[in-house]
């Protein structure tokens, strides 16, 4: 099969969707948290792009898996900067992939809330919000 032009937006669609299972079952004593944020970056870009529009390609569910697979299997690193990193990444997924209407705007982050608090997750900046997840669960202790 010949490669031409349109299939290099597929490939690049499944090589990051392989990046997302590899990070999901590598041993925890190798979680790779830069790998992580730039995963996550490349993911939202794509997603928010789609996320105003009203068709979407296949391999963008096929991404969408990965990123849900992350969040129930991912085994790494602490327990609460794993569950940080699971829940932006849900959330983010969620937030831009799953809205039944297209979004009006490109969704920027989300709002989590626990033990009557409240933390904003920005999806621009997966490295403040994992800190602030952080904090906000530490403050439980």
């Known amino acids: 099969m010949e490669d ?4 290099k937006p597929i490939s ?5 969707t392989d990046e997302w299972y590899d990070l999901t079952f590598w041993p925890d004593e ?8 730039n995963i996550f970056d490349k993911t939202y870009r794509i997603f928010k792009f789609f996320s105003t529009k009203k068709f979407v390609d296949r391999a963008i569910l096929a991404l ?3 990123v849900i697979t992350f969040f129930r299997f991912g085994r790494m690193g602490s327990v609460v900067q794993k569950n940080a990193c699971k829940i932006i990444a849900k959330c983010m ?5 799953v809205p039944i209407a297209p979004c009006d705007i490109e969704p920027k982050g989300s709002f989590w809330k626990y033990g009557g608090k409240e933390i ?8 403040g919000s994992v800190a602030r997840y952080v904090e906000l669960m530490e403050s439980f202790k």
């Open 93 to 97: 997924a969620n937030d831009t992939v």
């Open 120 to 127: 904003y997750l920005d999806y621009n900046d997966v490295n």
């Open 12 to 16: 690049a669609l499944e090589s990051l």
């Open 4 to 7: 031409n032009e349109n299939n």
């Open 64 to 66: 969408y898996e990965s």
């Open 30 to 37: 190798d979680f790779d948290y830069d790998k992580f944020v």
